[in-house]
């Protein structure tokens, strides 16, 4: 695709401020009348992050000629005002939280408490890899049909970390490519690795 995940943002925002967000839109907010977007942002790991965010504001804040009122918070403290906001239905523009995907999004996308932010996806379509917008794609139980009621603008991915001695004393290949990838013989795997090694020593592997 070519394309940073700061330009991605940047197109993003230019599309249309008030449905912007790492996964979460908001009601109450029309794009094209907003001379002032409030963005809630999940304070990054470090400071560049933040910093990188802060001008992707300003530059859309030039361009559009709004006031961006932008504001960082730690993910844990982040959810929990969100939530708040969306209860008292005091919330603002934009959101973005690395929980609104399993907190948020199905959670109020079904009560009806999120943008329906279908047409801006749409249009950023071809940026995306497909196998990443389902996160968004949740049923509204209050309108009775199923949409995009959050912006995704990044994938994590789940890693582990294993001793690789372990394996090779249990006789298992320990290379990270011949660890299996489908969830039964993924987890049969590790199973093994602990019965044979528990078998050689039940007091040391018990």
């Known amino acids: 695709m070519g394309q940073t995940r700061r330009d991605f943002l940047r ?9 912007l967000s790492g996964s979460l839109g908001f009601p109450m907010v029309s794009r094209a009348q907003a001379r002032k977007v ?3 942002w999940n304070r990054g ?6 910093e990188a965010m802060i001008k992707i504001a ?3 804040q030039k361009a559009k000629n709004v006031d961006v009122d932008i504001s960082f918070t730690i993910q844990e403290d982040l959810l929990k005002k969100i939530i708040a906001a969306l209860t008292v239905r005091r919330v603002p ?3 973005f939280c690395f ?5 948020v999004v199905p959670n109020y996308g079904w009560q009806g408490k999120l943008t329906d932010c279908t047409d801006l996806v749409s249009e950023l379509k071809p940026r995306y890899n497909e196998k990443f917008l389902p996160v968004a794609y949740v049923w509204n139980n209050v309108e009775k049909k199923r949409a995009y009621y959050g912006v995704p603008i990044e994938a994590q991915v789940m890693h ?3 001793w690789r001695d372990l394996l090779k004393e249990a006789g298992l290949a320990d290379e990270p490519d011949k660890i299996p990838l489908k969830w039964e013989d ?3 795997s590790w199973k093994k690795a602990q019965d044979t090694l528990r078998k050689k020593d039940a007091a040391k592997y018990g």
């Open 11 to 19: 197109t993003t925002a230019a599309v249309g401020a008030g449905t």
């Open 38 to 40: 409030v963005v809630w």
């Open 45 to 50: 790991y470090y400071k560049e992050e933040d």
């Open 58 to 60: 300003q530059e859309f």
């Open 93 to 95: 523009d934009v959101a």
């Open 99 to 103: 929980y609104n995907d399993w907190e």
């Open 160 to 162: 582990i970390h294993y």
């Open 186 to 188: 993924y987890w049969a």
